[in-house]
């Protein structure tokens, strides 16, 4: 079984920025992609950025494409997400999640199997 630990959400003016990590343990941990989603009060949890584990290859979602990088260190188990130029509209709980190869859709949350608890952000206007 796989453990996600996500932290570093917080509120954060807008403009502002802040980094998500997400610290990945247990014997069954083999990625193929790592992944940020997140879901704001009353909506679908949607797609932000995903990374393929060997070669770091990342995609991004439309509505945060060069505000966000998202990035992985194999040593640490770890993935991050640097948010920048942070908008309300990006307020939300943030998972990051883990996908098998084969299991769908690298922007389908039904893709991933694992998740973690999830980290708050909030950004004020």
């Known amino acids: 079984q796989v453990q996600l630990a996500e932290s570093g959400g917080g509120l954060v003016q807008a403009g502002g920025s802040l980094r998500l990590s997400c610290a990945a343990s247990?014997?069954?941990?083999?990625?193929?992609?790592m992944a940020w989603f997140r879901q704001a009060p009353g909506k679908e949890r949607e797609f932000v950025a995903a990374i393929w584990w060997s070669d770091s290859s990342s995609l991004y979602a439309d509505s945060v494409k060069g505000r966000f990088t998202i990035s992985r260190d194999k040593a640490k188990n770890t993935v991050y997400l640097q948010m920048s130029s942070l908008k309300p509209e990006d307020t939300a709980d943030y998972y990051c999640?883990?996908?098998?190869?084969?299991?769908?859709?690298?922007?389908?949350?039904?893709?991933?199997?694992?998740w973690g608890q999830g980290t708050q952000v909030t950004v004020s206007s």
């Open positions: 247990g014997r069954t941990f083999r990625p193929y992609t």
């Open positions: 999640a883990v996908r098998s190869l084969g299991s769908g859709s690298y922007s389908q949350a039904s893709a991933y199997k694992d």
